[in-house]
């Protein structure tokens, strides 16, 4: 058995970690701000990461999977199975370019293109009530300089 000033000890110590952690307070932050605009954004069919993922697909030139990986921040199988979430709801189109068969292109297709500007009014309501609460800028300067982490 641990004697009292141990677990004491202990506890102080978990208690320091927790509030002083970047990554633990980030990731509650994160789950608060989806939670926030998930609830908003409820008749939108999407979620945030599909919300996000189609935005991301929509907004950039480069249609590679691995590009996409890289703005996103996820992992290629995490990302290759939300993708297949999107596909199997006919909101992308996941090919193989004929001039070089390692590549995979991400197209937006029309359902998905509906569906997204269908999203946009109700993600601009859910994140100006979020500005109103809650700095964008800082969050955005957090990614941004969490860059450096890579």
Avoid: Y
């Amino acid at each position: 058995m641990q004697s009292p000033k141990r677990r004491k000890t202990l506890t102080s110590d978990a208690a320091r970690a927790v509030a002083a952690c970047a990554g633990l307070n980030a990731r509650l932050a994160a789950r608060r701000i989806t939670s926030f605009l998930e609830a908003r954004m409820a008749g939108a069919g999407l979620s945030l990461a599909q919300f996000g993922l189609l935005a991301h697909i929509a907004a950039d030139a480069d249609d590679t999977v691995g590009g996409l990986a890289a703005r996103t921040g996820l992992d290629p199988s995490t990302l290759s199975r939300n993708l297949r979430g999107l596909e199997a709801e006919g909101l992308v189109e996941i090919a193989t370019v004929e001039r070089d068969l390692r590549r995979r292109a991400v197209i937006l297709t029309e359902a998905g293109a509906r569906r997204l500007e269908a999203a946009m009014p109700l993600w601009r309501a859910a994140h100006g009530e979020l500005a109103q609460r809650l700095d964008p800028a800082k969050a955005r300067r957090l990614a941004k300089d969490t860059d450096a982490l890579d």
